[in-house]
């Protein structure tokens, strides 16, 4: 009876000590995946002060644009997107079918 304690006791200390490791491995991944996470947000960062500036400028400069032409002009291009929109999503749908 010894014996089998002795055998249960070894494949247990194999298990945890297995597991262990393993964790460790995983936990040290997760360490690079969270530094280079940090590196990706702070370039996307100060990427998007730089998309900031330039849809600064292009709002100002189109705001300079109000005449009643401009308006007609986007909401032609507006009533455009919208019918090509719906257009691809028929097509979509008739693809899947």
Avoid: Y
Wanted: glycine fraction near 2%; charge should be positive.
């Amino acid at each position: 009876m010894s014996i089998v304690l002795i055998i249960c006791a070894v494949l247990f200390t194999v298990a945890i000590s297995v597991v262990t490791v393993f964790l460790v491995i995983m936990l040290i991944q997760a360490r690079r995946t969270a530094h280079e996470a940090e590196a990706l947000l702070k370039n996307l960062n100060e990427e998007m002060a730089v998309i900031k500036k330039i849809t600064g400028v292009f709002s100002s400069i189109f705001g300079k644009f109000n005449s009643p032409i401009f308006k007609v002009a986007s909401w032609v291009a507006a009533l455009a997107t919208m019918a090509f929109r719906k257009r691809n999503s028929e097509q979509e749908d008739n693809s899947k079918e």
